[in-house]
């Protein structure tokens, strides 16, 4: 047999070994199941709206934090853009909870009138709002801070009468209220910049992330209705 022939099957021998120990290297170490590597690494304890969080994903509800509990809620936060996604049932992600519940039909319940023209729908128990035009959802839920205890916002049916993209508070030492569209004397949907969820609430406005106060400046206009109802919880 000539050497270049007996070099061939050399080498396809060579080939053939390293393809059963890849094999069996693949036997001897599956892959690891889905969400195992969060799983251990999530260390989040448990958070003042565990039972709701648990409720929500499906989870055994007792209130206590456990490492399934913890990668399924992280799980949800990286779903839904909250950072950090860490497994921790606090007050970010119960609100953001509350939106997606929203999400597949907002006006369930029947609170916001159903017209032909646009109406901003703000919710006061569930702390969100939306847009709708007739049945049609064109601005999709978002998560609002309304009024504090004393300084609630005022419910009713409202028209958005003037827009300032770029307004400052006159009455509260120039704080910024980007994207302004007032719809009551002094209170307007806008922008609050920063963390939404710190403090008791806002003034009386509805306050937004920027992002959103930004996205819906380009929904409504003016002479378009807005809708209160409901009680911010804890006024």
Known sequence: MSNRRAGRRARRRTAAGACLLTALAGVAAPAAAPGAAHAAACTAGTGPYQRQLEAYLKRPVDGRQSP????????FQRREGIRPADGYAGLATYRQMLVAQARPDPNAAGRCPVVAGRMACVDLDRQLMWVQQRRRVIFAPVPVRSGRAGQTTRTGSFKVYW?????????????????????????????????????????????????????????????????????????
Request: glycine share 14%; aromatic share 8%; charged share 15%.
């Open 68 to 75: 399934a509990d913890c990668a399924a809620i992280a799980a």
């Open 163 to 235: 827009k300032h993209k770029n307004h400052v508070s006159t009455l509260y030492a120039n704080a910024p209220m980007p994207y302004s569209q007032f719809f009551s004397g002094g209170q307007a949907l806008h922008g609050h910049p920063g963390n939404l969820f710190d403090g008791g609430g806002s003034a009386g406005c509805v306050n937004l992330t920027v992002a959103d106060a930004r996205r819906l400046w380009d929904v409504l206009q003016v002479g378009d209705g807005v809708r209160v109802w409901g009680r911010k919880p804890g006024t």
